[in-house]
């Protein structure tokens, strides 16, 4: 009974956030709204507008139904609280490797050539809408969403009533899902694993948040200054040592989290040893 309800909220939360989506989809695009000629440029021009009403509506859901279902606010149930000084560093070091993860990948010529969608990808989250628009949505509310629902909520539930592995690979997995194309499927379930790595780590969400902001911003701002035409002719011979290096980035700092989280775990435990003798 006990999986039944955890996977029957999981399969709720998705729900929920796929009728936000179809609906806002209706709202802007086939309503009445859309024959007004001002309305079609506005959402011409900033293309992000129907995403930012489907982030917000879908948050303020979920925060809504997180208290009668779980007995406690959403900020308490998916552990969205403050941050030692140590981890915030750690955040924003993991988030600038992810930060020239993204940015090099793109610019080493046979994985552009090979998978374009990324580009591409890049390209409509970062560069598509208004600078206040793109940071709102691409930066601070999409990511918000994105860390409350498949960290906060979907992975908290799975491991209420599964072991922590599957309840890793299962969230991660519904993560890189949503894009419905395999390599951005595997490269954000990649991306899903890193930050469910790190929640468990530093038991706060914001931590997340934080890679996340890190690395979102850096590649809006680095693509709204031109980075693409200054590093596209650069070569693979640079690149992929840089690429290399965001990787080195990346795997270091999770390593500081796991190592420090070890010690304080076996500080407790001699902690406990020492009370009961």
């Given at each position: 009974?006990?999986?039944l309800k955890s ?10 956030h796929i ?8 709202t ?9 000629e001002?309305?079609r440029e506005?959402?011409g021009?900033?293309p992000h507008l ?6 917000l509506?879908?948050?303020l859901?979920y ?16 552990r969205?609280?403050?941050?030692s ?16 993860f ?6 080493i010529?046979f994985?552009?050539?090979?998978f374009?969608q ?8 970062y560069?598509s809408?208004?600078?206040?628009i793109?940071i709102l949505t ?8 994105e860390e409350?629902?498949f ?15 599957p309840s890793?690979?299962?969230?991660s ?11 951005l499927m595997?490269?954000c379930?990649v991306a899903?694993?890193?930050y469910?790595?790190?929640?468990i780590?530093?038991n ?5 948040y934080?890679i996340?902001i ?9 693509r709204r ?9 650069v070569?693979?011979i640079?690149?992929?040592?840089v690429?290399l290096f965001?990787?080195?980035m990346?795997?270091s700092g999770?390593?500081?989290?796991w ?8 500080t407790?435990?001699?902690s406990?040893?020492i009370?009961v003798?």
């Amino acid at each position: 009974m006990k999986y039944l309800k955890s996977f029957g909220l999981v399969i709720l939360y998705i729900l929920i956030h796929i009728a936000v989506m179809k609906s806002m989809e209706f709202t802007f695009y086939h309503s009445s709204l859309w024959e007004i000629e001002s309305f079609r440029e506005v959402i011409g021009e900033n293309p992000h507008l129907p995403l930012m009403a489907t982030y917000l509506i879908s948050i303020l859901i979920y925060i809504l139904i997180t208290k009668p279902i779980k007995n406690k606010s959403i900020l308490e149930y998916i552990r969205f609280k403050k941050i030692s000084f140590k981890d915030t560093l750690i955040a924003i070091y993991i988030g600038l490797g992810a930060l020239i993860f993204n940015t090099s990948i793109i610019n080493i010529s046979f994985i552009d050539k090979a998978f374009p969608q990324f580009d591409n990808l890049l390209s409509f989250n970062y560069e598509s809408s208004s600078l206040i628009i793109g940071i709102l949505t691409a930066v601070i509310i999409g990511p918000l969403l994105e860390e409350f629902l498949f960290r906060g909520l979907i992975f908290n539930e799975l491991k209420e009533s599964i072991p922590l592995i599957p309840s890793v690979l299962i969230s991660s997995l519904l993560y890189g899902v949503i894009f419905m194309d395999i390599p951005l499927m595997t490269f954000c379930f990649v991306a899903a694993l890193l930050y469910t790595f790190v929640y468990i780590q530093v038991n706060s969400l914001l931590a997340v948040y934080v890679i996340d902001i890190v690395a979102t911003l850096g590649v809006l701002v680095s693509r709204r200054l031109g980075i693409e035409s200054v590093i596209s002719d650069v070569g693979d011979i640079y690149m992929i040592p840089v690429f290399l290096f965001s990787i080195v980035m990346i795997v270091s700092g999770c390593y500081y989290l796991w190592k420090q989280k070890s010690q304080m775990t076996n500080t407790i435990d001699r902690s406990q040893d020492i009370s009961v003798n």
